[in-house]
């Protein structure tokens, strides 16, 4: 009896697939027959007879392509677990210029609204996966799509052979075959869908390549401008703090100079205050190199790092790390300075109590786990500081993910694959 119903839920849950199975692979089909449907309706002697299924071809075939393809990857994904990458080309961010023109990644335009409105254009229509998806869907019809049509089809003669009746004997021996075809297939017809999927669907090598070349082009510009925000930091940092009291630290020791023999109380109150001023330097000058490169991180790893970020907060924070080996510096670094954002953010925005970090590793990469018990609701927006992290981190092929519902807690997972370390 157990049987008997697992076997009958595997049968209808394989007919409700494949019904989705052909709702998603043929609209295509559906716009190439009422272009055929519409050029009969016109005639022959009408010039709409050929151009007008031309254009409806020619438009609905693509403007249904990429909601086909996206529908696909979400049935195999959510049916299989097999995850089909999409291999879409993203926008890059619109950012404005010092000369008030707004640039898009592809050219400068006056407005924000014109500058999104001409990088949807572009992203949109000069995409390669554009072909990818074309060719897909019209290859899915033919194949997963007829396949998933036998089960649908043949209820549908067993309705017509066995529920109307009015074919007699022979009507009910196609219902019977009809019926029995439908529960037969019900179970696997739908699973042609994720081999032909996974053949066609994926991103090709030359887009993969296409893809790695932009992402490394745009790391290559964010760690351009990074680099250079970072020397305008020191620059500033340099000239207002520790620079401007070495200047005031020479005029003392000039005028106590010249004092020596004519105002020695004078002089020696100027070389107290030179003392304090030069202390005072190299407080800003210890602070700068930390800012730059900890030096509890350079001698003593990241676990360690981590844990002085922690004894320094305001928050109850708690580490647990389980990492083998020490990560390369750069990936030290980065992993780092994220920590630290987290940990600020914390402070500042989730007004959080207490934040949870544990760094575990093994041989395929390095996960950084920050959880905080704030109100929540943070998200990854254009400029903001998790955007900054996250194309940080991509540097290193390394990922950020977050989630953070209303109310908390929030949790940021970082992860670095030890091959690009």
């Given at each position: 009896?157990?049987?008997?119903?697992?076997?009958?839920?595997?049968?209808?849950?394989?007919?409700?697939?494949?019904?989705?199975?052909?709702?998603?692979?043929?609209?295509?089909?559906?716009?190439?027959?009422?272009?055929?449907?519409?050029?009969?309706?016109?005639?022959?002697?009408?010039?709409?007879?050929?151009?007008?299924?031309?254009?409806?071809?020619?438009?609905?075939?693509?403007?249904?392509?990429?909601?086909?393809?996206?529908?696909?990857?979400?049935?195999?994904?959510?049916?299989?677990?097999?995850?089909?990458?999409?291999?879409?080309?993203?926008?890059?961010?619109?950012?404005?210029?010092?000369?008030?023109?707004?640039?898009?990644?592809?050219?400068?335009?006056?407005?924000?609204?014109?500058?999104?409105?001409?990088?949807?254009?572009?992203?949109?229509?000069?995409?390669?996966?554009?072909?990818?998806?074309?060719?897909?869907?019209?290859?899915?019809?033919?194949?997963?799509?007829?396949?998933?049509?036998?089960?649908?089809?043949?209820?549908a003669v067993a309705v017509l052979g066995l529920g109307l009746g009015r074919w007699g004997t022979p009507g009910r021996l196609a219902g019977l075959?009809?019926?029995?075809?439908?529960?037969?297939?019900?179970?696997?017809?739908?699973?042609?869908?994720?081999?032909?999927?996974?053949?066609?669907?994926?991103?090709?090598?030359?887009?993969?390549?296409?893809?790695?070349?932009?992402?490394?082009?745009?790391?290559?510009?964010?760690?351009?401008?990074?680099?250079?925000?970072?020397?305008?930091?020191?620059?500033?940092?340099?000239?207002?703090?520790?620079?401007?009291?070495?200047?005031?630290?020479?005029?003392?020791?000039?005028?106590?100079?010249?004092?020596?023999?004519?105002?020695?109380?004078r002089a020696r109150a100027l070389m107290r205050e030179a003392r304090a001023g030069a202390t005072a330097s190299l407080t800003e000058l210890r602070?700068?190199?930390?800012?730059?490169?900890?030096?509890?991180?350079?001698?003593?790893?990241?676990?360690?790092?981590?844990?002085?970020?922690?004894?320094?907060?305001?928050?109850?924070?708690?580490?647990?790390?389980?990492?083998?080996?020490?990560?390369?510096?750069?990936?030290?670094?980065?992993?780092?300075?994220?920590?630290?954002?987290?940990?600020?953010?914390?402070?500042?925005?989730?007004?959080?109590?207490?934040?949870?970090?544990?760094?575990?590793?093994?041989?395929?990469?390095?996960?950084?786990?920050?959880?905080?018990?704030?109100?929540?609701?943070?998200?990854?927006?254009?400029?903001?500081?998790?955007?900054?992290?996250?194309?940080?981190?991509?540097?290193?092929?390394?990922?950020?993910?977050?989630?953070?519902?209303?109310?908390?807690?929030?949790?940021?997972?970082?992860?670095?694959?030890?091959?690009?370390?």
């Open positions: 009896m157990g049987q008997l119903g697992t076997w009958s839920a595997r049968v209808g849950v394989g007919f409700l697939r494949a019904c989705a199975v052909v709702a998603v692979s043929m609209p295509v089909p559906a716009v190439w027959a009422a272009a055929v449907a519409w050029g009969i309706r016109w005639g022959p002697g009408n010039p709409w007879s050929w151009l007008a299924p031309v254009v409806l071809v020619g438009t609905g075939t693509p403007a249904l392509s990429r909601p086909v393809c996206r529908a696909v990857r979400g049935l195999v994904a959510r049916w299989t677990g097999t995850v089909i990458p999409a291999g879409y080309r993203e926008a890059p961010p619109v950012t404005r210029m010092s000369t008030g023109y707004w640039w898009n990644g592809f050219g400068y335009e006056r407005t924000r609204r014109d500058a999104l409105v001409d990088q949807k254009r572009r992203v949109r229509w000069n995409d390669p996966a554009n072909w990818r998806d074309l060719r897909f869907t019209a290859i899915v019809p033919l194949t997963a799509g007829l396949v998933a049509c036998l089960p649908p089809a043949g209820a075959l009809g019926l029995a075809a439908a529960v037969a297939l019900a179970p696997y017809a739908w699973r042609a869908l994720g081999p032909v999927a996974a053949c066609f669907l994926r991103p090709s090598p030359a887009m993969a390549l296409a893809r790695r070349v932009e992402e490394l082009t745009a790391q290559r510009a964010d760690a351009t401008i990074a680099q250079a925000a970072e020397i305008r930091r020191i620059e500033r940092d340099l000239h207002d703090g520790a620079q401007a009291r070495l200047v005031g630290l020479g005029l003392s020791l000039a005028t106590a100079e010249k004092l020596m023999e004519t105002d020695p109380e602070e700068l190199v930390r800012g730059i490169n900890p030096p509890v991180l350079s001698d003593r790893g990241l676990v360690d790092a981590v844990r002085a970020l922690a004894l320094d907060s305001p928050l109850d924070v708690t580490v647990a790390a389980d990492l083998p080996h020490r990560p390369d510096p750069p990936v030290e670094s980065a992993l780092y300075f994220a920590v630290a954002e987290l940990l600020s953010n914390a402070v500042k925005h989730a007004g959080a109590r207490g934040v949870r970090i544990a760094l575990s590793g093994d041989g395929t990469g390095i996960v950084v786990g920050v959880e905080d018990d704030g109100r929540g609701g943070a998200c990854v927006g254009d400029g903001g500081g998790l955007a900054g992290l996250r194309r940080r981190l991509a540097a290193f092929d390394g990922t950020l993910e977050i989630t953070s519902p209303a109310g908390g807690p929030t949790r940021v997972t970082l992860e670095v694959p030890c091959a690009s370390s």
